[in-house]
């Protein structure tokens, strides 16, 4: 088992660097930088010498080569540089803000389970009955109706029948939980619908398949309750594949979040991201990329490893 | 004559086995007539402004009312359902085509070819969808062609072809390894040939399923970059567009702004994922009995 | 939240110090806020605003962007300043007294003694000196935004640590407005010299707040600096700016989360926000020191032809636009090169005289339609450079509605700045929307936009030669009878509109909301003004 870990982590690293590799280069194709736009913003006039002198400064007239060579070696000893437009660590700019993102996350997915697993479950047990139409048209309106839209319409109708708004002002749970959560609840049920649908389908059909499995029939011509053939047998042979999506899910999360943080004025990592984007901030960009990417690639990393723990053959 | 009767009867066996498909089949149909014919089903011009019928709710003139510029939503729905077919289907094309060939050459040639291309596919799956799409846009810039921004169907296609790719590859290396397939090769049939002979048909289920998918994410993802302004940009008609930048100052004012390109959008998605499941299902020997 | 229950006990705590406070400052501002002269200034609070951008840089001479100056402002003191309630007069600020020599070529400032840095060291002329040497000569390193408003100075002296003075190579009509500008705060010349750039990160001057700390994308907190040197001053306790979207600042401005936004909301967000606070609201409005225009390419087809341009310029309805556009969008009212409400401005009698002015728009469209016909352009089509935000957006939207309606067909092409930029230099563009913007109302600074191409490439990009207008240009700026120079002012709009090289479009209008117990703010035609909170107080 240590072995087979070892060993995917050890894979990890080519797949990693391959992912800096591209992020890097597809970020510098961009006409224009960040100084354009950091000193000719707002009516500011600067001269091309002006604009020349700031690209030394941030070390932008470097050969892309030496450029990408400096990011890894800062990566190494976790110096992941400076932001270009504030000019603070990009450690600081993400960590700032990567705290609300997560708990967004967290709390999505608990939603999704919470609603999930029950959906799911019923839809299989009454397949092709309209209970189960019901479901299936539920959980697919989850995966048509655009979190970032649920969100505006979450807040239209707390405006327009409670007359209230969620707050604006982000507080840490620490401080004063009943301000964080009733700002962040909204955000995660507009993300967590989506979810939630994802893995009630991946639940349901999961449970199809196990139950036309031997073991089951056998289970149940012993003549076991079909309550507990389902919960006993099936729900946790059913439950492996959900697990896999769970985990996969939660990492394109954070990057749905990019949208839906937006209509909820969120100080997150998406926010943080779009806003890196539209200043061609380089640094800030390829960083934020990459740490998705490592979240990604982690969190199937420990899905691989729970799998291979519950499931002995997949260690082959 | 047969071969027509042949599908209809197809069709007529596809809506009774399965209803929900033959709903997702009929809503598609209606958008993409709307689409087509949208200057025969509107009465207004989508980018005309209006300062008499500024935020006017609906009414019998304006059926879903107007924006802020006075422009007829309804008329903006229904030229939005043009750009989101139009970007939806070609970056779906696109995007399910280059990964079903770089697929099934994958798994075709196997060995080093193989490993190395299924690494890469591994690394382009690592970017969340929205991320390398929103990358990608900021990249290229825009290139207009008949209207369309072909830099926006392209970045909406590129994190498709490893999903695609992933799936055709399966479906592809399954076939491979039947005797028959190994038969063919023995017996000296080109490549060409074994592709489309027993390949081609094969992979075409999986492929129609894959690309009635991604159409419906290409007009999600469409509809989330151009909410973020930087998919199409005003004054052409988009859904995620009419939600964007201003439409959220007019929650009190104008709710209907952002009720109804949202539901567009929802449904839509929901037509295209309702059509897909029952096709795979359908498709699927394993649920056909 | 934490201010409201503060602000009780500090606020009768320090009544008897507001009471000590100069009569004559008082009322002055009480009166420009519309609220009688009996509402004394009260002692205490923190002032919650939100800004909507985070700041590139903290350091005022290397940026212009509202974002650094709105947070910015509160710390640092300038030499002059324009004085609250009575804009655009100018008062001293750092400067006690001073006087100009009767050629206009020597500036002799006195100093207020006994003004202290945020570290406890005193201000000097020396640090003053030291702070212009780096606005006109950056060093190494420092780029100084503003650097072309210095080129008159010749020398600057520094006769005792109280005095400071300026003598000139020419006569800088503008110059007061230098010596007044927000942009040109005043740093430590000793920590200058240790750092030249130490204000890029590091907040540390002698404003009325000193910094407490910044968290990128959520708050920025100052609180009072107990040594400032005007008396008595500032009253709040300190301020928090408060980073969030445009769209949450209404939300937030409508729950009370916060009091103020100083840079300006559309008039729809403004309707939002008096909704729900009812009596609770104040607004305040003023056309914008910012105007749209569309930029020709007058050295390419099909614009080389003054034909074209002008039939452009006839085809935009602006009456209508403004009347109707001002209620869902930034954009406000008509008018020529110089703001509208200015002293320079055309009367609307001389305005509807301009092609394009004109309230009829059927005669209006048809003479451009006449016009594209002669020029051979029946069927004219063309690329619209724009940018990809409001209200540029909306300026395209309307355009493009406006051209269509005389048969002509326009693409808005939305870039990103650096693309916008580039067009701009390269020259490569039919039609280009910009917007201009400078922070006083002096003809000299405004027309400049204007003038022929080689005389000021960075700004005047629609690459057209007009001696004529240049004259005009030059024969404004020397003169210094205020009558005679409007004359020619209305004189060079008559021209350029004649012309259209580059046709104004709809000036911005500001529209700033606060809750009613913010008091002692000032309002003016730009955002950059009056941002030092010194005098703001919490009823």
């Known amino acids: 088992m240590i072995r087979y870990a070892l060993n995917r982590i050890a894979l990890m690293i080519p797949t990693l660097l391959g992912i800096a590799l591209i992020t890097f280069v597809m970020i510098r194709i961009v006409p224009g930088d960040v100084v354009e736009l950091k000193m000719r913003s707002d009516g500011g006039r600067v001269t091309q010498q002006q604009i020349n002198d700031e690209r030394t400064r941030l070390g932008l007239d470097k050969p892309l080569p030496e450029q990408f060579y400096l990011w890894m070696k800062g990566l ?111 955000p995660s049920l507009a993300v967590g619908y989506r979810y939630a649908a994802v893995v009630a389908r991946m639940i349901r059909s999961s449970i199809i398949e196990v139950m036309q499995e031997d073991y089951i029939r056998t289970a149940r011509a012993k003549g076991v309750g079909e309550f507990m053939v389902v919960f006993k047998h099936a729900m946790r042979n059913a439950l492996l594949p959900a697990i896999t999506i769970i985990g996969l899910e939660f990492a394109f999360l954070i990057g749905g979040l990019v949208v839906t943080e937006q209509v909820f004025n ?51 | 004559m047969a071969m027509l009767n042949r599908v209809l009867k197809n069709v007529v066996l596809f809506c009774r086995l399965q209803p929900l498909g033959a709903l997702g089949l009929l809503i598609i149909l209606v958008m993409a007539t709307c689409a087509v014919f949208a200057e025969q089903v509107t009465f207004y011009n989508p980018e005309a402004v209006d300062f008499g019928a500024m935020l006017s709710g609906p009414s019998a003139d304006h059926p879903f009312g107007t924006d802020s510029f006075g422009r007829d939503i309804f008329t903006r729905i229904v030229y939005g359902a043009r750009t989101a077919l139009t970007i939806g ?101 080109s490549t060409v040939y074994i592709l489309l002979r027993y390949i081609a048909p094969n992979v075409i289920a999986p492929f129609l399923v894959l690309l009635t998918a991604y159409i419906a994410q290409a007009i999600l993802l469409e509809a989330s970059l151009s909410f973020l302004g930087l998919g199409v940009s005003e004054p052409k008609p988009a859904w995620g567009l009419m939600l964007a930048g201003d439409s959220a100052n007019f929650y009190n004012e104008a709710p209907w702004m952002i009720l109804f390109p949202g539901l567009a959008i929802s449904l839509s998605v929901f037509a295209f994922n309702l059509f897909g499941d029952s096709l795979r299902d359908w498709l699927d020997p394993k649920y056909r009995n | 939240m934490a201010w409201d229950s503060r602000n009780e006990t500090i606020h009768s705590m320090t009544r008897r110090t507001a009471m000590l406070l100069p009569a004559l400052a008082l009322g002055s501002h009480a009166l420009a806020q519309g609220t009688g002269p009996s509402d004394k200034p009260q002692r205490g609070g923190t002032l919650s605003y939100a800004v909507t951008a985070e700041p590139p840089t903290y350091d005022l001479h290397q940026t212009a962007t509202f974002a650094v100056m709105h947070r910015l402002s509160p710390h640092y003191s300038t030499l002059l300043a324009y004085e609250p309630g009575k804009y655009p007069n100018i008062i001293g600020d750092l400067a006690q007294s001073w006087t100009i020599s009767p050629d206009l070529l020597t500036y002799t400032f006195k100093l207020h003694p006994n003004i202290k840095f945020h570290d406890g060291t005193a201000l000097t002329a020396e640090d003053v000196r030291v702070s212009y040497e ?29 005095t400071i003075v300026f003598k000139m190579v020419k006569v800088d009509a503008s110059i007061m407005d230098t010596f007044a500008s927000p942009w040109n705060s005043i740093f430590s010349a000793e920590k200058l010299k240790a750092d030249p750039s130490y204000p890029v990160k590091t907040v540390m001057g002698s404003g009325p707040f000193k910094f407490v700390e910044h968290v990128a994308g959520s708050h920025w907190v100052g609180e009072r600096f107990n040594d400032y040197f005007k008396a008595g001053k500032p009253y709040l306790d300190g301020f928090r700016a408060i980073t969030m979207t445009p769209s949450a600042m209404v939300n937030a401005m409508a729950g009370k989360q916060i009091m103020a936004e100083f840079r300006g909301f559309t008039p729809n967000e403004r ?20 105007h749209m225009l569309m930029n020709f390419n007058c050295e390419k087809k099909p614009f080389d032809d003054p034909r074209v341009r002008r039939a452009i310029s006839l085809a935009l309805d602006r009456w209508g636009g403004s009347a109707n556009l001002s209620k869902v969008s930034q954009l406000g009212a008509v008018g020529g090169l110089v703001r509208p409400g200015s002293k320079w401005a055309a009367t609307e009698a001389e305005m509807v005289q301009w092609p394009g002015y004109g309230r009829d728009m059927a005669a209006n469209r048809a003479e451009a339609k006449r016009l594209l016909k002669e020029a051979g352009y029946e069927n004219l089509s063309f690329t619209l450079i724009n940018r990809n935000q409001q209200p540029y957006i ?72 007009d001696r004529e207008l240049d004259s005009l240009f030059d024969r404004q ?23 259209a090289y580059a046709i104004p479009i709809l000036w911005w209008q500001r529209i700033v909301v606060m809750e009613s117990r913010v008091q002692g703010w000032t309002m003016s035609p730009t955002h950059m003004i009056y941002q030092d909170l010194a005098d703001i107080w919490l009823k």
């Open chain 3, 477 to 499: 700026a020397e003169m210094v009878d205020p009558a005679e120079r409007k004359k020619l002012v209305r004189q060079f709009e008559n021209r350029l509109l004649d012309q």
């Open chain 1, 266 to 316: 969120l100080n997150g990592i998406g926010r943080l991201f779009v806003d890196a984007v539209i200043r061609n901030d380089f640094i800030l960009i390829q960083t934020i990329v990459f740490l998705l990417a490592i979240i990604f690639v982690s969190v199937n990393l420990i899905v691989d490893l729970i799998y291979g723990f519950l499931d002995p053959r997949t260690r082959m």
């Open chain 3, 134 to 162: 780096r606005l006109r000569n950056p060093p190494k390193g420092v780029s100084s935004f503003r650097q072309p408003s210095f080129t008159q100075i010749k020398s600057i002296e520094t006769p005792d640590a109280l």
């Open chain 3, 271 to 290: 309707d939002r926000i008096v909704k729900a606070l009812g009596p609770d609201a104040q607004t305040h409005e003023s056309p914008w020191m910012l």
């Open chain 1, 76 to 186: 190494v000893t976790f110096d992941f540089g400076h932001s270009m437009w504030t000019g603070r660590p990009v450690a600081q700019e993400i960590g700032g803000r990567i705290g609300l993102s997560i708990q967004v996350a967290i709390m999505a997915a608990l939603v999704a389970v919470l609603i999930a697993v029950p959906l799911g479950t019923i839809a299989a047990l009454f397949r092709d009955t309209p209970i189960d139409y019901l479901i299936r048209i539920i959980t697919i309106a989850g995966l048509a109706v655009p979190s970032f839209w649920l969100g505006m319409i979450i807040i239209l109708v707390l405006l327009t029948f409670f007359k209230w708004s969620p707050p604006v002002i982000y507080v840490s749970i620490l401080e004063d939980p009943v301000k964080n959560l009733s700002q962040l609840i909204w």
């Open chain 2, 89 to 189: 289907f070609l970056s779906s094309m696109i995007g399910c085509h280059i990964g079903a060939a770089i697929g099934i050459a994958s798994a075709f040639h196997g060995g080093w070819i193989d490993l190395l291309l299924q690494r890469f596919i591994d690394i382009i799956l690592s970017f969340p969808i929205v991320v390398l799409a929103l990358v990608v846009v900021a990249v290229m810039g825009k290139t207009l062609v008949l209207g369309i921004d072909l830099n926006l169907v392209f970045a909406i296609a590129i994190p498709i072809i490893p999903r695609s790719c992933r799936v055709i590859r399966a479906a592809t290396l399954s076939i491979r390894t039947q005797p028959y397939v190994d038969a063919a090769r023995a017996g000296g049939y």
């Open chain 3, 394 to 465: 909306t300026t395209g939207v309307f355009i493009i509605d406006q051209l269509r309606q005389i048969g002509v067909k326009v693409e808005d092409k939305q870039v990103e700045i650096a693309a916008w930029y580039s067009a701009q230099t390269s020259g490569n563009f039919e039609a280009l929307l910009d917007s201009f913007t400078q922070f006083s109302d002096d003809p000299t600074n405004v027309l400049v936009k204007y003038i022929s191409t080689d005389r000021a490439p960075d700004v005047a990009i629609q690459r057209a030669i």
